[in-house]
């Protein structure tokens, strides 16, 4: 193999492009000789004549022109990768992985993104809904830069030293049920409650339920039946029917309530919730912003 380097190609490329050695000379910054040097050391190296000299004037050999035609891609394509390494430090290129463990969140999650790409139109951000189940071993893994995940509001910041978590906005968990469910009587609902009930929810499994496994299980109350649907629209719909209960984000489901619907209070620490967007501890400054934008923008959800 040639050993031919980049200095070779940017020499043969400004004598070329300058016609003679000594201006070529004064555009790389270096002496006549040494650039002389530079030459001789490369034809060298390849066994071969890149220029000759005919009446007092420089002129490529056909591999001389070979090797033009190749620094003109290669410096090319360097300058090309140090604008791009410069934008990706200056965040102003680069993708973004983000996902969040609830569902719901998919609801505006898309709207805040798309404002985002507004103001960013060279990043690329992508939503990882395979990692919904689990975001925070996703983001341990690489896989995620951004997770949005939720904890009980009265619970200190975890303190894991592999992850930063910045408060975006707090919400409620509540109670649905129809107006022909004697739970509609109550002005809060407690877990035991739930003991005679269907609780109808999303379709996850029982361990990915936050309700079920933090809530529920602790109190000895879990529900009779658990029927699970994909759409909230759905999950409502059968609430209205009074096939079971419901436990859905205050903010969620309050613009959808009617008359034939009851929201009530959920009596337990976890039902207020404080929803965090998490990086790892090396933030560059792409998800930087990204967090910036979203404080902005979701600590007006309620």
Known sequence: MLNINLHHLTVVSAIEKEGSMTRAAEKLYISQSALSHHVQELEKKIGAKVFERRNKKLYLTPIGRKMIDSAAVVLSELQKLGH????????????????????TTYNWLPRLIQNFNKAYPLVNVKIMDGATRS???????????????????K???EDHPAFIYTPVFQDELVVVVSKENPLSKQRTIYPKYFREQSLITYDVEDKYNDLIEN??????????????????EVILEMVKLNLGMAVLAKWLIAPL?????KMLPLQHECAKREWCLVTRKQQNSLQQDFISFALQTLQNKK
């Open 155 to 157: 619970q200190p910041l």
């Open 135 to 153: 975001p925070l071993h996703y983001l341990q893994s690489g896989a995620l830069d951004v997770a949005l995940v939720s904890r009980p509001a």
């Open 257 to 261: 309530i009617t008359q034939e619907l």
């Open 84 to 103: 791009e390494i410069q934008s990706l430090k200056n965040g102003e290129t680069g993708t973004i992985n983000i996902s969040t463990e609830c569902y």
């Open 215 to 232: 809530v529920l299980k602790p109190h000895d109350a879990e529900p009779a039946k658990v029927i699970k649907m994909p759409l909230t």
